[in-house]
């Protein structure tokens, strides 16, 4: 295993690597902190933590991720949710007359997104496809990990990063 996980870590080094890297879990594992690590070995600039549960997700169990190089967001509201408080924000410029509402764009609700840089990538462990980032999400590329989260190896991240380069990005085309 380890000849193979060096020889698919070499491969990997020489392509293409995502910028922006969303992974979707039910709640926070140990891995996920291997995770991190392993995006800023290969040169990711930005991860995204989603969790479908609130429970095992308080802020003080991440404080180490803000010292990893990276950036990291944590994220545990649904995609619905992000939109309809990013839509009430920009009713409430426009009823206190701050904006007018001809003005109101897809720039402008952006601003009020929890992310605003759109995943390259997005890695699931399951079948479902998931309710996070759905405004930024709409292009990014999916892998479902036929993984448990606690059982997430470095070779399996390798796995993810390997079918992202092969995949031709088309962005709605």
Partial sequence: MLIYTKMLEKSVEKG????????VADRAYDSIFEIVKWCR???VAEVTLCF???EGTTPKEFEGLEKSGIKVNIVTLSGREEILRA?????????????NPEEVDEKGLERFLEVRSSPDLIIRAGETIPDFLIWQ???SEL???????????????????????????RYGR
């Avoid at 293409?16 to 992974?23: A, D, E, R, S």
């Fill in 143 to 169: 892998y479902f990990a036929d993984i448990n989260w606690k059982n997430f190896r470095y070779v399996d991240f390798l796995r993810c990063l390997r079918d992202y380069q092969r995949r031709e990005r």
């Fill in 41 to 43: 070995k290969f040169g």
């Fill in 52 to 54: 479908s549960s609130r």
């Fill in 16 to 23: 293409k690597k995502p910028k922006h890297i969303m992974v």
């Fill in 87 to 99: 839509v009430r924000r920009l009713a409430e410029m426009v009823e206190r007359g701050e904006l």
């Fill in 137 to 139: 999400s709409i292009y």
